[in-house]
Protein backbone atom coordinates (compact mmCIF):
# COMPACT_ATOMS: atom_id res chain seq x y z
CA UNK A 1 0.00 0.00 0.00
CA UNK A 2 1.29 3.43 -1.00
CA UNK A 3 1.93 6.21 1.33
CA UNK A 4 -0.76 8.04 0.01
CA UNK A 5 -2.94 5.80 -0.02
CA UNK A 6 -2.24 5.49 3.37
CA UNK A 7 -2.54 8.87 4.28
CA UNK A 8 -5.95 8.42 2.47
CA UNK A 9 -7.48 6.13 4.38
CA UNK A 10 -6.13 7.33 7.46
CA UNK A 11 -8.31 10.84 6.57
CA UNK A 12 -10.97 9.08 6.06
CA UNK A 13 -10.91 6.77 9.30
CA UNK A 14 -10.27 9.96 11.23
CA UNK A 15 -13.44 11.57 9.56
CA UNK A 16 -15.40 9.31 11.31
CA UNK A 17 -17.32 10.82 14.09
CA UNK A 18 -17.60 7.09 15.36
CA UNK A 19 -15.10 5.12 18.02
CA UNK A 20 -13.42 2.78 15.52
CA UNK A 21 -10.85 0.39 16.72
CA UNK A 22 -8.38 -2.28 14.35
CA UNK A 23 -6.44 -5.07 16.55
CA UNK A 24 -4.10 -7.83 15.20
CA UNK A 25 -5.46 -11.36 16.46
CA UNK A 26 -3.32 -10.99 19.33
CA UNK A 27 -5.13 -8.50 20.39
CA UNK A 28 -2.68 -5.11 19.75
CA UNK A 29 -4.23 -1.87 18.60
CA UNK A 30 -3.45 -1.21 15.10
CA UNK A 31 -5.19 1.97 14.29
CA UNK A 32 -7.99 4.22 15.88
CA UNK A 33 -10.45 6.88 15.57
CA UNK A 34 -10.05 10.21 16.94
CA UNK A 35 -13.73 9.71 18.79
CA UNK A 36 -12.00 6.51 20.39
CA UNK A 37 -9.42 8.67 22.56
CA UNK A 38 -12.77 10.47 23.50
CA UNK A 39 -14.80 8.08 24.71
CA UNK A 40 -12.40 6.86 26.57
CA UNK A 41 -11.28 9.49 27.94
CA UNK A 42 -7.46 9.70 27.14
CA UNK A 43 -5.77 10.54 23.52
CA UNK A 44 -5.92 8.40 20.56
CA UNK A 45 -2.37 7.94 20.03
CA UNK A 46 -2.02 6.71 23.45
CA UNK A 47 -4.00 3.43 22.65
CA UNK A 48 -1.79 2.87 19.34
CA UNK A 49 0.19 -0.14 20.04
CA UNK A 50 -1.00 -1.14 23.41
CA UNK A 51 -3.08 -4.55 24.11
CA UNK A 52 -6.56 -4.25 24.25
CA UNK A 53 -6.56 -7.23 27.30
CA UNK A 54 -3.87 -4.99 29.40
CA UNK A 55 -6.72 -2.22 28.64
CA UNK A 56 -9.05 -4.07 30.09
CA UNK A 57 -7.37 -5.61 33.46
CA UNK A 58 -6.83 -1.46 33.88
CA UNK A 59 -10.44 -1.09 33.80
CA UNK A 60 -10.63 1.21 30.33
CA UNK A 61 -13.13 -0.74 29.22
CA UNK A 62 -14.78 -4.38 29.40
CA UNK A 63 -15.71 -6.48 27.90
CA UNK A 64 -13.39 -6.49 24.66
CA UNK A 65 -14.37 -7.72 21.18
CA UNK A 66 -10.96 -9.48 19.88
CA UNK A 67 -11.61 -12.33 21.74
CA UNK A 68 -15.22 -12.94 21.30
CA UNK A 69 -15.06 -12.42 17.64
CA UNK A 70 -11.94 -14.70 17.68
CA UNK A 71 -14.46 -17.20 19.15
CA UNK A 72 -17.27 -16.65 17.32
CA UNK A 73 -15.61 -16.13 14.25
CA UNK A 74 -18.42 -13.93 13.37
CA UNK A 75 -19.92 -10.56 13.39
CA UNK A 76 -20.82 -9.88 17.23
CA UNK A 77 -22.59 -6.74 18.79
CA UNK A 78 -22.65 -6.33 22.82
CA UNK A 79 -22.56 -4.04 25.83
CA UNK A 80 -19.67 -2.38 26.87
CA UNK A 81 -18.76 -0.49 30.01
CA UNK A 82 -16.17 2.40 30.09
CA UNK A 83 -13.88 3.44 33.08
CA UNK A 84 -16.40 6.69 32.87
CA UNK A 85 -19.38 4.71 33.16
CA UNK A 86 -20.87 4.93 29.95
CA UNK A 87 -22.28 2.21 27.83
CA UNK A 88 -21.40 1.41 24.64
CA UNK A 89 -22.80 -0.64 21.94
CA UNK A 90 -19.91 -2.17 20.39
CA UNK A 91 -20.07 -4.46 16.98
CA UNK A 92 -16.65 -6.58 16.21
CA UNK A 93 -16.50 -7.59 13.03
CA UNK A 94 -13.89 -10.56 12.04
CA UNK A 95 -11.30 -9.32 8.89
CA UNK A 96 -10.24 -12.43 6.23
CA UNK A 97 -6.81 -12.61 4.57
CA UNK A 98 -6.33 -14.58 1.37
CA UNK A 99 -6.54 -17.67 3.27
CA UNK A 100 -10.00 -16.67 5.09
CA UNK A 101 -8.67 -16.78 8.20
CA UNK A 102 -9.16 -13.94 10.60
CA UNK A 103 -6.23 -11.16 10.58
CA UNK A 104 -7.45 -8.03 11.97
CA UNK A 105 -10.43 -7.44 13.77
CA UNK A 106 -12.52 -4.33 13.43
CA UNK A 107 -14.71 -2.87 16.11
CA UNK A 108 -16.93 0.24 15.96
CA UNK A 109 -19.25 1.77 18.73
CA UNK A 110 -22.06 4.23 19.81
CA UNK A 111 -22.63 5.53 22.93
CA UNK A 112 -25.89 4.61 24.34
CA UNK A 113 -25.57 5.50 28.03
CA UNK A 114 -29.10 7.66 27.53
CA UNK A 115 -30.96 5.12 25.60
CA UNK A 116 -30.59 2.69 28.52
CA UNK A 117 -31.13 5.53 30.84
CA UNK A 118 -34.10 6.26 29.03
CA UNK A 119 -35.01 2.46 28.83
CA UNK A 120 -34.79 1.90 32.68
CA UNK A 121 -36.86 5.14 33.07
CA UNK A 122 -39.44 3.95 30.62
CA UNK A 123 -39.51 0.54 32.64
CA UNK A 124 -39.91 2.24 36.19
CA UNK A 125 -42.82 4.23 34.41
CA UNK A 126 -44.14 1.33 33.03
CA UNK A 127 -44.20 -0.26 36.92
CA UNK A 128 -45.27 2.80 38.39
CA UNK A 129 -48.43 3.44 35.07
CA UNK A 130 -49.22 -0.41 36.73
CA UNK A 131 -49.48 0.49 40.29
CA UNK A 132 -51.89 3.58 39.37
CA UNK A 133 -53.69 1.30 37.37
CA UNK A 134 -54.00 -1.25 40.30
CA UNK A 135 -55.29 1.79 42.23
CA UNK A 136 -56.94 3.45 39.76
CA UNK A 137 -58.98 -0.28 39.44
CA UNK A 138 -59.56 -0.12 43.18
CA UNK A 139 -60.83 3.28 43.22
CA UNK A 140 -63.21 2.60 40.54
CA UNK A 141 -64.18 -0.45 42.39
CA UNK A 142 -64.72 1.59 45.68
CA UNK A 143 -66.98 4.15 43.54
CA UNK A 144 -69.73 2.02 42.30
CA UNK A 145 -72.35 3.74 41.35
CA UNK A 146 -73.11 1.89 38.33
CA UNK A 147 -73.83 -1.07 41.02
CA UNK A 148 -75.27 0.68 43.38
CA UNK A 149 -72.67 0.69 45.99
CA UNK A 150 -71.12 3.65 47.77
CA UNK A 151 -68.18 3.06 49.40
CA UNK A 152 -67.01 6.50 50.76
CA UNK A 153 -66.82 5.42 54.52
CA UNK A 154 -63.68 2.99 56.11
CA UNK A 155 -66.26 0.46 56.63
CA UNK A 156 -67.57 0.34 53.62
CA UNK A 157 -64.02 0.81 51.74
CA UNK A 158 -62.80 -2.52 53.65
CA UNK A 159 -66.05 -4.89 52.77
CA UNK A 160 -65.35 -3.96 49.06
CA UNK A 161 -61.40 -4.66 49.51
CA UNK A 162 -61.46 -7.48 50.97
CA UNK A 163 -64.23 -8.94 48.38
CA UNK A 164 -61.92 -8.02 45.79
CA UNK A 165 -59.19 -9.75 47.81
CA UNK A 166 -61.23 -12.86 47.88
CA UNK A 167 -62.90 -12.84 44.35
CA UNK A 168 -60.16 -14.32 42.93
CA UNK A 169 -60.12 -17.16 44.95
CA UNK A 170 -63.17 -19.89 45.04
CA UNK A 171 -63.15 -19.51 49.33
CA UNK A 172 -66.29 -20.03 51.09
CA UNK A 173 -67.91 -16.13 52.10
CA UNK A 174 -70.25 -15.55 54.69
CA UNK A 175 -71.55 -12.36 54.40
CA UNK A 176 -73.23 -10.91 58.00
CA UNK A 177 -74.47 -7.37 59.03
CA UNK A 178 -78.30 -6.55 59.45
CA UNK A 179 -80.88 -6.28 57.12
CA UNK A 180 -80.96 -4.16 54.35
CA UNK A 181 -77.46 -3.38 54.15
CA UNK A 182 -76.87 -4.80 50.95
CA UNK A 183 -75.64 -8.16 51.32
CA UNK A 184 -76.94 -9.55 47.75
CA UNK A 185 -74.89 -6.35 46.32
CA UNK A 186 -71.75 -7.21 48.14
CA UNK A 187 -72.43 -11.53 46.82
CA UNK A 188 -73.03 -10.28 43.15
CA UNK A 189 -70.08 -7.54 43.18
CA UNK A 190 -67.79 -10.62 44.18
CA UNK A 191 -69.29 -13.27 41.71
CA UNK A 192 -68.40 -10.17 38.98
CA UNK A 193 -64.62 -9.33 39.85
CA UNK A 194 -64.32 -13.19 39.80
CA UNK A 195 -63.23 -15.84 37.20
CA UNK A 196 -66.77 -16.75 37.21
CA UNK A 197 -68.42 -13.58 36.13
CA UNK A 198 -69.64 -15.22 32.48
CA UNK A 199 -71.53 -17.94 34.33
CA UNK A 200 -74.56 -17.82 35.95
CA UNK A 201 -75.59 -16.24 40.11
CA UNK A 202 -78.03 -18.05 41.37
CA UNK A 203 -79.31 -16.60 44.53
CA UNK A 204 -81.48 -19.02 46.93
CA UNK A 205 -83.49 -16.73 49.50
CA UNK A 206 -83.78 -19.94 52.07
CA UNK A 207 -86.30 -18.43 53.98
CA UNK A 208 -89.01 -17.66 51.15
CA UNK A 209 -89.01 -21.04 50.05
CA UNK A 210 -91.55 -23.88 51.80
CA UNK A 211 -89.97 -26.02 54.07
CA UNK A 212 -91.96 -29.08 51.65
CA UNK A 213 -90.75 -27.58 48.75
CA UNK A 214 -87.21 -26.93 49.53
CA UNK A 215 -85.41 -30.07 48.40
CA UNK A 216 -87.18 -30.12 45.06
CA UNK A 217 -86.26 -26.43 44.49
CA UNK A 218 -82.33 -26.79 45.38
CA UNK A 219 -81.85 -29.95 44.04
CA UNK A 220 -84.73 -30.74 41.11
CA UNK A 221 -86.34 -33.80 40.69
CA UNK A 222 -86.71 -36.11 37.76
CA UNK A 223 -89.91 -36.86 35.99
CA UNK A 224 -92.89 -38.21 38.09
CA UNK A 225 -90.71 -37.98 41.18
CA UNK A 226 -94.04 -37.09 42.80
CA UNK A 227 -97.50 -36.10 42.44
CA UNK A 228 -98.04 -33.24 40.77
CA UNK A 229 -94.31 -33.13 39.26
CA UNK A 230 -93.56 -31.99 35.59
CA UNK A 231 -93.15 -34.50 33.43
CA UNK A 232 -90.04 -33.50 31.89
CA UNK A 233 -88.49 -33.02 35.08
CA UNK A 234 -87.38 -30.12 36.54
CA UNK A 235 -83.25 -28.62 37.32
CA UNK A 236 -82.45 -27.62 40.61
CA UNK A 237 -81.32 -24.01 42.09
CA UNK A 238 -77.72 -25.95 42.67
CA UNK A 239 -77.37 -27.56 39.13
CA UNK A 240 -78.28 -23.88 37.49
CA UNK A 241 -75.19 -22.68 39.23
CA UNK A 242 -72.63 -24.94 37.45
CA UNK A 243 -70.13 -23.00 36.54
CA UNK A 244 -70.59 -19.68 38.38
CA UNK A 245 -71.98 -19.11 41.84
CA UNK A 246 -74.48 -19.74 44.21
CA UNK A 247 -75.92 -17.25 47.20
CA UNK A 248 -77.73 -19.06 49.18
CA UNK A 249 -79.42 -16.00 51.09
CA UNK A 250 -80.90 -16.07 54.50
CA UNK A 251 -78.79 -19.13 55.37
CA UNK A 252 -79.38 -18.84 58.77
CA UNK A 253 -83.63 -19.96 57.97
CA UNK A 254 -82.86 -22.75 56.30
CA UNK A 255 -84.52 -25.55 58.07
CA UNK A 256 -82.56 -28.41 60.02
CA UNK A 257 -84.01 -30.84 58.45
CA UNK A 258 -82.16 -29.35 54.84
CA UNK A 259 -79.10 -28.38 56.40
CA UNK A 260 -76.95 -31.72 56.03
CA UNK A 261 -78.07 -32.13 52.96
CA UNK A 262 -77.14 -28.87 51.64
CA UNK A 263 -73.72 -29.40 53.66
CA UNK A 264 -73.17 -32.70 51.27
CA UNK A 265 -73.99 -30.85 48.48
CA UNK A 266 -71.01 -28.15 49.07
CA UNK A 267 -68.92 -30.37 50.80
CA UNK A 268 -69.00 -33.13 48.02
CA UNK A 269 -70.46 -30.63 44.78
CA UNK A 270 -72.33 -34.03 43.93
CA UNK A 271 -76.13 -34.46 44.71
CA UNK A 272 -79.49 -36.33 43.70
CA UNK A 273 -82.89 -35.12 42.08
CA UNK A 274 -85.70 -35.73 44.20
CA UNK A 275 -86.42 -39.23 42.81
CA UNK A 276 -83.04 -39.35 41.22
CA UNK A 277 -80.53 -42.54 41.36
CA UNK A 278 -78.04 -40.92 39.33
CA UNK A 279 -75.61 -38.24 41.13
CA UNK A 280 -75.46 -34.91 39.67
CA UNK A 281 -72.01 -32.77 39.57
CA UNK A 282 -72.09 -29.29 40.03
CA UNK A 283 -69.03 -26.35 40.05
CA UNK A 284 -70.19 -23.56 41.52
CA UNK A 285 -68.35 -20.96 43.90
CA UNK A 286 -70.45 -20.42 46.77
CA UNK A 287 -71.49 -16.89 48.90
CA UNK A 288 -74.15 -17.39 51.94
CA UNK A 289 -75.73 -14.50 53.67
CA UNK A 290 -77.32 -14.05 57.33
CA UNK A 291 -78.43 -11.28 59.56
CA UNK A 292 -79.01 -13.83 62.41
CA UNK A 293 -76.34 -15.05 65.12
CA UNK A 294 -75.25 -18.25 63.80
CA UNK A 295 -73.19 -19.40 66.87
CA UNK A 296 -76.14 -18.38 69.68
CA UNK A 297 -78.53 -20.50 66.63
CA UNK A 298 -75.71 -23.58 67.10
CA UNK A 299 -75.60 -23.32 71.10
CA UNK A 300 -80.16 -23.58 70.38
CA UNK A 301 -79.58 -26.69 68.55
CA UNK A 302 -81.17 -25.16 65.21
CA UNK A 303 -78.06 -24.23 62.99
CA UNK A 304 -75.65 -27.61 62.51
CA UNK A 305 -72.07 -26.67 63.53
CA UNK A 306 -69.84 -28.28 61.05
CA UNK A 307 -72.55 -26.48 58.25
CA UNK A 308 -71.05 -23.42 60.17
CA UNK A 309 -67.47 -24.09 59.92
CA UNK A 310 -68.11 -24.87 56.36
CA UNK A 311 -69.75 -21.65 55.48
CA UNK A 312 -68.03 -19.20 57.81
CA UNK A 313 -63.94 -19.78 55.93
CA UNK A 314 -64.26 -16.02 54.75
CA UNK A 315 -66.53 -13.77 57.43
CA UNK A 316 -67.54 -10.30 55.82
CA UNK A 317 -69.24 -8.20 57.91
CA UNK A 318 -71.26 -5.01 56.24
CA UNK A 319 -71.66 -2.36 58.48
CA UNK A 320 -75.30 -0.76 58.74
CA UNK A 321 -75.93 2.60 57.70
CA UNK A 322 -76.11 4.74 60.59
CA UNK A 323 -72.22 3.93 60.74
CA UNK A 324 -71.64 5.10 57.26
CA UNK A 325 -72.47 8.60 57.42
CA UNK A 326 -70.01 9.86 54.92
CA UNK A 327 -72.27 7.70 52.24
CA UNK A 328 -75.24 9.07 53.28
CA UNK A 329 -75.79 12.06 50.79
CA UNK A 330 -74.12 10.21 48.04
CA UNK A 331 -76.73 7.58 48.33
CA UNK A 332 -79.69 9.77 48.81
CA UNK A 333 -78.19 11.67 45.44
CA UNK A 334 -77.74 8.35 43.57
CA UNK A 335 -80.83 7.13 44.59
CA UNK A 336 -82.47 9.99 43.15
CA UNK A 337 -80.72 10.27 40.33
CA UNK A 338 -82.42 6.17 39.74
CA UNK A 339 -85.84 6.92 40.92
CA UNK A 340 -85.58 10.50 38.34
CA UNK A 341 -85.02 7.77 35.37
CA UNK A 342 -87.04 5.44 36.62
CA UNK A 343 -90.47 7.60 37.13
CA UNK A 344 -89.66 10.07 34.80
CA UNK A 345 -89.92 13.18 37.41
CA UNK A 346 -87.60 16.20 38.02
CA UNK A 347 -86.98 16.47 41.73
CA UNK A 348 -84.73 17.65 44.37
CA UNK A 349 -84.23 17.76 47.69
CA UNK A 350 -84.33 21.08 50.25
CA UNK A 351 -81.21 21.10 52.48
CA UNK A 352 -83.37 20.39 55.83
CA UNK A 353 -84.82 17.40 54.39
CA UNK A 354 -81.11 16.18 53.91
CA UNK A 355 -80.42 17.16 57.53
CA UNK A 356 -83.37 14.86 58.54
CA UNK A 357 -82.51 12.03 56.73
CA UNK A 358 -78.43 12.40 57.92
CA UNK A 359 -79.88 12.49 61.34
CA UNK A 360 -82.24 9.70 61.16
CA UNK A 361 -81.22 5.83 62.68
CA UNK A 362 -81.96 4.05 59.25
CA UNK A 363 -82.50 0.53 60.96
CA UNK A 364 -83.82 -0.56 57.74
CA UNK A 365 -80.71 0.57 56.66
CA UNK A 366 -79.95 1.62 52.61
CA UNK A 367 -83.25 -0.92 52.08
CA UNK A 368 -85.18 1.08 54.63
CA UNK A 369 -83.69 4.46 52.57
CA UNK A 370 -84.72 3.43 49.40
CA UNK A 371 -88.19 2.85 50.28
CA UNK A 372 -88.39 6.33 51.63
CA UNK A 373 -87.04 8.41 48.62
CA UNK A 374 -89.09 6.21 46.49
CA UNK A 375 -92.41 7.40 48.43
CA UNK A 376 -91.26 11.05 48.38
CA UNK A 377 -90.51 11.23 44.83
CA UNK A 378 -93.96 9.76 43.68
CA UNK A 379 -95.61 11.54 46.17
CA UNK A 380 -94.65 15.08 46.66
CA UNK A 381 -96.46 17.22 44.57
CA UNK A 382 -93.77 19.84 43.83
CA UNK A 383 -89.98 19.49 42.37
CA UNK A 384 -89.26 20.35 45.66
CA UNK A 385 -89.43 17.87 48.21
CA UNK A 386 -89.48 20.01 51.66
CA UNK A 387 -89.53 18.55 55.60
CA UNK A 388 -93.46 18.82 55.31
CA UNK A 389 -93.18 15.61 52.55
CA UNK A 390 -91.44 13.51 54.93
CA UNK A 391 -93.19 10.98 57.49
CA UNK A 392 -93.82 11.90 60.86
CA UNK A 393 -92.04 8.93 62.87
CA UNK A 394 -88.86 10.78 60.83
CA UNK A 395 -89.68 14.51 61.77
CA UNK A 396 -90.24 13.08 65.12
CA UNK A 397 -86.94 11.87 65.37
CA UNK A 398 -85.15 14.80 64.33
CA UNK A 399 -83.81 16.86 67.09
CA UNK A 400 -84.99 19.78 68.18
CA UNK A 401 -82.48 22.79 69.74
CA UNK A 402 -83.68 23.51 73.62
CA UNK A 403 -84.63 27.58 72.87
CA UNK A 404 -85.51 29.79 75.99
CA UNK A 405 -88.47 32.19 76.02
CA UNK A 406 -88.26 34.71 73.40
CA UNK A 407 -87.86 37.26 75.83
CA UNK A 408 -85.64 36.08 78.54
CA UNK A 409 -82.30 37.10 77.07
CA UNK A 410 -81.44 39.00 74.09
CA UNK A 411 -81.72 37.82 70.71
CA UNK A 412 -78.05 37.92 69.92
CA UNK A 413 -77.71 35.95 73.24
CA UNK A 414 -80.40 33.16 72.15
CA UNK A 415 -79.28 32.72 68.58
CA UNK A 416 -75.19 32.12 69.80
CA UNK A 417 -77.10 29.68 72.45
CA UNK A 418 -79.03 27.39 70.11
CA UNK A 419 -75.57 27.61 67.56
CA UNK A 420 -73.21 26.36 70.79
CA UNK A 421 -75.66 23.69 70.93
CA UNK A 422 -76.01 22.42 67.62
CA UNK A 423 -72.23 22.36 67.37
CA UNK A 424 -71.81 20.50 70.36
CA UNK A 425 -74.42 18.20 69.33
CA UNK A 426 -72.88 17.39 66.26
CA UNK A 427 -69.52 17.28 67.62
CA UNK A 428 -71.00 14.41 70.09
CA UNK A 429 -72.44 12.68 67.43
CA UNK A 430 -69.66 12.74 64.42
CA UNK A 431 -66.33 11.92 64.30
CA UNK A 432 -64.72 14.75 61.32
CA UNK A 433 -65.33 18.26 61.01
CA UNK A 434 -66.34 16.92 57.33
CA UNK A 435 -69.47 14.72 58.90
CA UNK A 436 -70.45 17.89 61.08
CA UNK A 437 -70.53 20.56 58.29
CA UNK A 438 -72.90 17.42 56.13
CA UNK A 439 -75.02 17.22 59.17
CA UNK A 440 -75.27 21.15 59.94
CA UNK A 441 -75.44 22.43 56.05
CA UNK A 442 -72.58 24.69 56.01
CA UNK A 443 -69.30 24.59 54.93
CA UNK A 444 -66.11 23.04 56.89
CA UNK A 445 -63.88 25.89 57.82
CA UNK A 446 -67.37 27.27 59.36
CA UNK A 447 -67.64 24.66 61.78
CA UNK A 448 -64.19 24.75 62.33
CA UNK A 449 -64.49 28.58 63.15
CA UNK A 450 -67.37 28.15 64.91
CA UNK A 451 -65.81 25.36 67.08
CA UNK A 452 -62.93 27.82 68.29
CA UNK A 453 -65.42 30.58 69.05
CA UNK A 454 -67.30 28.20 71.01
CA UNK A 455 -64.58 26.71 72.58
CA UNK A 456 -65.37 23.10 71.52
CA UNK A 457 -62.50 20.64 71.72
Same mark, same amino acid.
Given at each position: ???????????????????????????????????????????? !????G? $????????????????? #??????????? *???????????????? *??? !??? !???????????????????????? #??????????????????????????????? #??????? $???????? *?? *??????????????????H??????????I????????????????????????T???R??????????????????????L???????????I?????????????????F??? $??????????????????????R???????????????????????????????????????????????? %????????? !?????M?????????????????????????????????? $???????????????? %??????????????????????????????Y?I?
Amino acid at each position: MSLSSWNENEAILHSLQDDILVTNVDGTILKVSEATGKIYGVTS !ESLLGK $SVYQLAAEGLFTPIATP #MVLKEKKKITF *VQTTNKGKKLLVTGIP *VLN !ENG !EIFRVVSYSHDVTELLELRKFLQT #MEGEMERVKSELDLLRSLQLYDSGIIANSAG #MKNVLTT $SLQVADVD *VN *VLLLGESGVGKSLIARFIHNKSARNQGPFIEVNCGAIPESLFEAEFFGYEAGAFTGASRKGKLGLAELADGGTLFLDEIGELPLAHQVKVLKCIQEKKFYRVGGTKPISVDFRLI $SATNKDLEKAIEEKVFREDLYFRLNVVPLTIPPLRQRTEDIIPLIHYILEVLQEKYKREKRLDEAVIHHLL %QYDWKGNVR !ELLNLMERLVVISPTSLITTEHLPDYLKESYPSPVIPAPL $SKPLKEVIENVEKQMI %QEARDQYKTTTQMAHALGISQPSVVRKMQKYEIS
